[in-house]
């Protein structure tokens, strides 16, 4: 009898434990365009080896110190325009890896980092130059950027060469009040940078 109560008991261990996995499945995040993609690697360690296959740029993801910094401020809707996607592609591609229905919908595509040459930009203006080669592979090309950025003059521009679109390092400095223009050369990546005029 006391053999029957054991494996009855073990019975519904098991179901219970059984259980709470299948919540926590059913509690993870929906993929979504802001999703952060060091989130998404931590609710859906499954998408992976799919995420760094989608783009060459995704590679880097394997360095566990650029793992550390990009993956944790970067959203899957930047993630997209370095890999030269549109959003809707990554994140229904990842959804749909995951059993998520597609959304309709998913907006940057990428776009508003290629624009026209703008007003203030001049080439004999440039006065830094940073090159991705230069660069410590373990550190975001932003974090050399900004701080090459706040020793700007007035007029003075800052250009950082990469071999990928550095979105979410645009973005931070956009977000900062700096003027940012994006040119595509092909074969590399030319992000300008300069202090916003005085008022």
């Not at 970067?74 to 549109?86: C, E, F, I, N, Y």
């Not at 090459?148 to 003075?156: N, P, V």
Request: with cysteine; proline share 8%.
């Amino acid at each position: 009898m006391c053999g029957c109560f054991g494996h009855v008991l073990r019975l519904k261990v098991s179901c219970g434990l059984r259980d709470n996995r299948e919540g926590d499945m059913q509690e993870r995040p929906p993929i979504t365009p802001d999703m952060r993609v060091a989130a998404l690697l931590r609710e859906y360690p499954e998408t992976e080896e799919l995420l760094i296959g989608l783009a060459p740029a995704f590679e880097k993801l394997r360095n566990p110190m650029l793992r550390r910094s990009v993956a944790r401020v970067a959203t899957l809707a930047q993630a997209a325009a370095v890999g030269r996607m549109s959003s809707a592609t990554l994140v229904n591609t990842l959804r749909i890896a995951v059993g998520q229905d597609i959304l309709e919908s998913a907006p940057s595509d990428g776009s508003t980092y290629f624009e026209a040459q703008p007003e203030w930009f001049d080439p004999s203006a440039v006065t830094i130059v940073l090159l991705d080669e230069d660069l410590d592979p373990a550190v975001m090309p932003i974090n050399p950027l900004l701080r090459a950025a706040k020793d700007l003059g007035d007029g003075e521009i800052a250009e950082l060469v990469t071999s990928h679109l550095p979105a979410p390092g645009i973005d931070i400095l956009r977000a900062k009040g700096y003027r940012t223009w994006t040119l595509d050369e092909g074969h590399v990546i030319k992000t300008y940078v300069s202090k916003p005029q005085a008022i």
